[in-house]
């Protein structure tokens, strides 16, 4: 898979809504999944959505069910993460990656991943 470039990330209060894009390789399709992550600094890179290309199934964790939806766009190759009713504790690097096979479970453990990007950066004030 080729490396994702994440961006969509900024400052934003507490409530208010962010998307995030995640454009893919025109390779990633079939049988492939793109995952949403975050990272605090010194923490473990955390699940936070993930859908499937076939199909459209999505999966969450439970943090952000009801407040985030993941998306793609086969047209445009993005994968969407939309972002509403943002707290502090959403504040994190952002990171997409996409793999080959089903979201649950290996799709859940970013280490099952190998191409990541820079990342995009999510800041919730209060």
């Known amino acids: 898979q080729a490396q994702p470039m994440e961006n969509g990330g900024r400052s934003v209060r507490s409530g208010g809504s962010l998307t995030l894009s995640c454009p893919t390789s025109?390779?990633?399709?079939?049988?492939?999944?793109t995952g949403w992550f975050r990272e605090l600094p010194g923490k473990d890179r955390q699940f936070v959505a993930a859908i499937n290309w076939i199909g459209g199934n999505t999966h969450y964790a439970d943090s952000v069910k009801g407040r985030f939806t993941v998306s793609r766009d086969g047209s445009q190759n993005t994968v969407y993460l939309q972002m509403n009713n943002l707290e502090p504790e959403d504040t994190a690097k952002y990171y997409c990656?996409?793999?080959?096979?089903?979201?649950?479970?290996?799709?859940?453990?970013?280490?099952?991943?190998?191409?990541w990007g820079q990342g995009t950066q999510v800041t919730v004030s209060p």
């Open positions: 990656a996409s793999r080959t096979g089903a979201i649950i479970p290996g799709g859940l453990n970013p280490r099952s991943y190998r191409d």
């Open positions: 025109s390779r990633t399709f079939k049988n492939s999944m």
